[in-house]
């Protein structure tokens, strides 16, 4: 039996992506269990000589590796363009799935006249890419980068479920960590956060934490209190030179 036929059944019939792992076990199973049933004849399921299943096959198929699963689905997809077919199997965040291709993308949207594109403002998606680049982040890490309150729109990219809580930071007030989500990679086409372009080298720019140290705060409270003394010994020196004025004046009078 065809590997390649086995995986394009699998995948029609599934109604969620299938990574290459699943894939494998799946054939496995079936083929184990085909050949326990061979061996022990305690199953009344035998093998017809005109039907699919073969001993051979089966104990082949018991073998299947991730690396033959990936193999056989760019085989699939060689047979699909070659003979123009209008899907193709991409893998997503979650597995392969199959898809219609592009082109026919306006022949497809009119099976659906009520959904519309849901567009991000620019605002969001400056949000979003922020998070992607630099996640887990902190909302006030957000705001020190955009320079503006981040409120609204991570409540939106919430709700779109573009991006998640990944949890708390280990700050003071101990804030949380804000993350892209599975939907967010499946909406861009990417099956790991590493394939954003750039990626390696926009994580090592140096940005704004938007959090104060522990070390920073007490030299800026140092600093503080610092100008606060030289301020306060000032006033109090020319308090002092004013008194003396003050003093000095009627006894210039008197001996005019």
Same mark, same amino acid.
């Given at each position: ?6 995986? #394009? ?33 305690? /199953? ?64 497809? /949207? ?90 390696? #080298? ?19 409270? /140092? ?10 010994? /000032? ?15 009627? #006894? ?5």
């Amino acid at each position: 039996m065809d590997l390649a036929s086995i995986l #394009e059944s699998l995948l029609v019939a599934s109604e969620s992506p299938l990574p290459s792992s699943e894939l494998s076990r799946l054939v496995r199973a079936r083929a184990t269990e085909f050949t326990d049933d061979a061996i022990t004849e305690e /199953s009344d399921e035998k093998p017809t000589p005109e039907g699919p299943e073969s001993e051979l096959d089966m104990v082949a198929l018991a073998q299947t590796t991730d690396e033959e699963v990936d193999e056989a689905i760019a085989k699939l997809n060689q047979i699909y363009l070659t003979q123009g077919r209008a899907f193709t199997i991409t893998q997503r965040a979650k597995g392969w799935k199959l898809f219609t291709r592009s082109e026919f993308g306006g022949f497809v /949207s009119r099976l659906f006249p009520s959904r519309k594109p849901e567009r991000l403002s620019a605002p969001a998606m400056e949000t979003l890419a922020i998070t992607a680049y630099r996640q887990p982040i902190t909302k006030s890490a957000l705001e020190a980068v955009r320079g503006v309150s981040c409120d609204g729109m991570l409540q939106k990219l919430l709700d779109r479920e573009l991006v998640k809580i990944e949890g708390r930071a280990d700050l003071p007030g101990r804030p949380l960590l804000y993350a892209t989500t599975d939907l967010f990679l499946e909406h861009f086409g990417i099956t790991d956060i590493d394939e954003l372009p750039n990626i390696g #080298e926009l994580r090592k720019v140096e940005l704004p934490s938007g959090e104060e140290s522990p070390a920073s705060t007490s030299e800026e409270e /140092s600093q503080t209190g610092e100008t606060e003394k030289q301020l306060a010994l /000032s006033a109090i020196e020319k308090n002092a030179e004013e008194k003396e004025d003050t003093t000095d004046t009627p #006894e210039n009078t008197e001996e005019e």
